[in-house]
Nanobody, 123 residues
């Protein structure tokens, strides 16, 4: 059984910082990528940042220069350092882990999700 345990959300004033953590445990297999998504009320869940096994990263445009994603492979943990937070960053943040493998000539993928952690940016 795979478990993703998130921590670090909360209430912060505009301009403040938060650091999210997500620790993955259980039989996951080969982890290809780890990332963070967010979902604001009434909106779809969107990618915030992702880090691939080789270390390359990608970010949604609205967080570039403010958020930093990092990963501790030994601990199967992914972090999201969020600086200069804005009210529009308010959302539930979900950790995502992508496991990939080859079988029968096909490249397969399975996604695992955390339970979500609330981030609220408000004065």
């Amino acid at each position: 059984q795979v478990q993703l345990v998130e921590s670090g959300g909360g209430l912060v004033q505009p301009g403040g910082s938060l650091r999210l953590s997500c620790a993955a445990s259980g039989t996951i297999g080969s982890i290809n990528d780890m990332g963070w998504y967010r979902q604001a009320p009434g909106k779809q869940r969107d990618l915030v940042a992702r880090i691939i096994s080789g270390g390359s990263t990608n970010y949604t445009n609205s967080v570039k220069g403010r958020f930093t994603i990092s990963r501790d492979n030994a601990k199967n943990t992914v972090y999201l350092q969020m600086n200069s937070l804005k009210p529009e960053d308010t959302a539930v943040y979900y950790c995502n882990v992508g496991s990939t493998w080859y079988s029968g000539g096909y490249h397969l993928r399975r996604d695992y999700w955390g339970q979500g952690t609330q981030v609220t940016v408000s004065s």
